[in-house]
């Protein structure tokens, strides 16, 4: 339970981060470490070389701007967490973060990190399916943009190259009157998913649903957007019985099961967590966004 | 900037004493503090992330210890549970701990504290569910945890009235 002998390299710029990836072969981006640090310990991976990113300043700050909030990919969750900006517009993100972790890994735990790390029961992941997060990397063919959409390659792999970093993770802002909510189901606080739903809604002044998005964590081996159940609330009068028979559609979804949760547990809370988000956003719609 | 080097030489505060120690980069900042300095009061109990035993502050921050390299101490301020006592005076969460029962083998104890010294810093008043959440990434085999909640309660009622920070 010793990380295995590599060599360190601790870059102070952006740049020379991008260079020392593109040179060295088998190297790692080091982040905040709470993901990357037990692989090492337990020797899933075996590094070379690690490459800290944690002098580099220029990755790290939280920057509003009119149509979406921009995370530093090296910002702490913590920072996130207890900023006051963050929870006046986008305030479902810091519902989410209260979800991951716990006060001792969200202090070193980054955006980027989670976002890379791709856990498909974490709840970044999650929620920047449902809000259709950009993802900026920069490698040594210059920098890219990537929509979330086109982001996950399959459990656990980023479509982002071995010797890219991502930079920034940006969060588009739904307009104020919007409702929120991320709900989740895990055996003790702090835990990853077992199934978690972050959900967004806009109901027009007739009750009519305008816009909604919904996505799923911990269900497959990469969050999950339900097309389906946006289609299905558009249009619709928000009432309970819509988001009983929107949520319903969630029961067909392809789940994985493991020796703990069955693949139709797992649906079942898909379905429950589902129905609970969309409610609970209902709720907020329209009121002054508080947390 | 680096060097692809196997050894580096680290200068860090620990308990507001200063160490300056060449180090292993590959060396965790839980063995570094309890095999290079002996503070051997950190515990390390799962070395992944999931007790919490190895719990410091990190510049005032609750911190796993066995999720660092030491080599990223190089010139922060740490606090370990040997910091926290003024003297032979113990601090007010230690001293609430063994009134309460607060601990049994003592083995998560330093993380617990670490972590409740840094939640009654930034919530003095703390409900006992806010404690429930604060140390809901420590793992206790001996206690329930509800010896840890009652004397965390007492020591932030005792360290208001006290003025104690
Ligand atoms: S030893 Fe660090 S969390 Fe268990
Ligand atoms: S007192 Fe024994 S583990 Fe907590």
Redesign the interface.
């Known amino acids: 339970m010793k990380p295995p002998p590599f060599s360190y390299h601790d870059p102070a710029t952006l740049s020379q981060a991008v260079e020392l990836l593109a040179t060295l072969d088998n190297a790692k981006p080091l982040a905040g470490g709470q993901s990357l640090m037990p692989m090492l310990n337990m020797r899933f991976v075996l590094p070379d070389h690690v490459v800290d990113l944690n002098g580099i300043a220029e990755l790290s700050g939280v920057r509003i701007t009119e149509s979406r909030v921009e995370i530093g990919a090296m910002t702490r969750q913590r920072e996130v967490e207890f900023s006051a900006e963050i929870a006046q517009a986008c305030p479902i993100l810091i519902e989410a973060l209260h979800h991951v972790g716990h006060r001792q890994t969200r202090n070193r735990g980054t955006i980027g990190g989670s976002i890379c790390h791709l856990d498909p029961a974490a709840e970044l992941p999650t929620l920047a399916c449902a809000l259709d997060a950009v993802i900026d990397v920069i490698g040594p063919n210059g920098a890219r943009q990537i929509a979330f959409a086109d982001f996950p390659v399959g459990y656990m792999t980023p479509s982002i190259e071995l010797n890219e970093i991502v930079t920034r993770v940006s969060f588009p802002l739904w307009p104020r009157e919007a409702g929120h909510s991320f709900q989740e189901f895990a055996r003790r606080h702090g835990d990853f998913a077992i199934v978690s739903a972050a959900a967004m809604l806009l109901v027009d002044p007739a009750g009519r649903i305008s816009r909604a998005t919904l996505a799923l964590g911990g269900v497959a081996a990469t969050p999950l957007r339900m097309h389906e159940v946006e289609a299905a609330l558009i249009g619709q009068m928000a009432t309970p019985e819509t988001f009983r028979a929107a949520a319903e559609l969630c029961r067909k979804v392809e789940a994985v099961g493991d020796v703990y949760v069955s693949a139709s547990y797992r649906q079942h809370l898909a379905v429950v967590m589902s129905k609970r988000a969309l409610a609970q956003s209902f709720s907020r719609c329209g009121a002054m966004q508080k947390h | 900037?680096?060097s692809?080097?196997?050894t580096?030489t680290i200068s860090l505060t620990v308990n507001g004493k200063a160490y300056s120690k060449a180090v292993s980069?590959?060396?965790?900042l839980a063995?570094f503090l309890r095999h290079e300095l002996r503070l051997t009061g950190t515990h390390v109990g799962c070395?992944?992330?999931v007790c919490?035993a190895c719990?410091i502050l990190?510049d005032g921050?609750?911190?796993?210890s066995?999720?660092?390299?030491a080599?990223?101490a190089n010139g922060h301020e740490l606090t370990t549970v040997e910091g926290l006592a003024n003297g032979d005076e113990m601090h007010p969460l230690q001293q609430a701990l063994s009134e309460h029962h607060g601990l049994q083998c003592g083995f998560c104890t330093p993380g617990m504290l670490t972590?409740l010294v840094?939640?009654l810093r930034d919530n003095p008043s703390p409900s006992a569910d806010d404690v429930?959440?604060?140390i809901?990434?420590n793992l206790c085999r001996c206690t329930g945890y509800e010896g840890i909640i009652s004397a965390t309660l007492d020591a932030a009622e005792k360290m208001r009235a006290g003025g104690v920070k």
Request: hydrophobic share 45%; proline share 0%.
């Open positions: 900037m680096d692809a080097v196997d580096r980069v590959r060396m965790t063995d070395e992944h992330g919490g719990t990190f921050m609750s911190a796993r066995c999720l660092m390299l080599v990223q972590t840094e939640l429930r959440i604060a809901s990434g």
